[in-house]
């Protein structure tokens, strides 16, 4: 018998097309919206594949997996992302501000940390957790999943 058959390796001309690997796309179970659908249902943090339940268990705590899809939301793991975009968003709000009343009225230093450092903070509390139900969504329309639910 012929040993390169069987593997189908190098076959003579005209003998057989050479394997090939299977090249299509299983699709995942869960609902595939547009990208935009999935990350504005993620800044309310609802399901970004379904918007049928909530994607949060605590204030950042995502839930493992969609009660009504099953989309297993916590395998996209956002990691330092809402941070950088808290950060970022919180930054670019605040800062020009401060200069503005600076220039404005030129408060005293304990008037402008009255006012800056409260706001910087709960602006910071209030964006987190839609930025990362935004982000969650993000990665799940871009298929950003972990492969292995147990490591870290
Ligand atoms: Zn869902």
């Known amino acids: 018998m012929d040993d390169r058959k069987d593997l189908n390796m190098n076959p003579a001309p005209g003998e057989q097309t050479p394997w090939q690997p299977d090249r299509s796309v299983a699709s995942n179970p869960w609902p595939h919206p547009p990208m935009a659908t999935a990350i504005g249902r993620g800044l309310l943090g609802r399901c970004p594949a379904c918007g049928k339940t909530h994607i949060f268990n605590s204030f950042l705590k995502v839930t493992a997996e969609c009660r009504n899809c099953g989309a297993p939301l916590g395998l996209a793991q956002a990691d330092d992302a809402p941070p950088y975009f808290t950060i970022l ?11 503005m009343v600076d220039r404005w009225s030129e408060p005293p230093l304990w008037i402008m940390s009255a006012i800056f450092l409260p706001l910087t903070f709960f602006l910071a509390l209030a964006l987190l957790q839609p930025i990362k139900g935004g982000t969650v969504g993000l990665m799940l329309t871009l298929n950003m999943l972990k492969s292995d639910p147990n490591e870290t």
């Open 89 to 99: 968003i919180t930054g670019h709000i605040v800062v020009p501000l401060m200069f």
